[in-house]
């Protein structure tokens, strides 16, 4: 049986750096699996299905709207051209538990002289007093986004940070062991 102490330095530390390289390399996705894939709208998610909702009265006038992001129920909603951004909200469950009503981004197709553009407002319904009420307005196509906290990409950082430890750990007792 070989014994560690009989191989060049060299090609010891050779695979281990490796295995520290793979192990840096797949830190960004420990980082993003720390993100609930049922949280977003999308038809191509794992198990994940666009859900339509109707909210409004019969022979009311209503707008479709697009609700994605942190919420309860993401969806596309057809709501009574009545309702407002926060009631819309309301009937999507509210933010998720890594949203925030603090990172609200509405886009809103706008024609101006003779163009469509593209127009994002984003808006802190926390403090919703500082809010223009016409933001509040819901038009026809609107995409309502709640935007992930701070707190729970800081909450993922550290997740990530913690597996980093561990695995720095790791490969300082392997090394140790192997020099013994």
Known sequence: MMSFGSLNPHKKIAPTLGWILLAIAALPAVGRAQIDPSSFLSATSVNTTTSNYYFAKPNELTIVVNVMGFVQRPGRYEVSSSIDLVNLLSLA?????????????ITRLVNTANRVERKVIRLDLDDLPSVNNENLVLHPGDLVEVE???????????????????????IVTVLNYTQR
Request: aromatic share 8%.
């Open 148 to 170: 992930r906290s701070g707190w729970a990409t800081v909450r993922d950082i550290f997740t990530v940070i913690g597996y980093a430890a561990v695995l720095t750990t790791t």
């Open 93 to 105: 469950g509210g933010p998720g538990p890594d949203g925030t009503l603090g990172s609200v981004k």
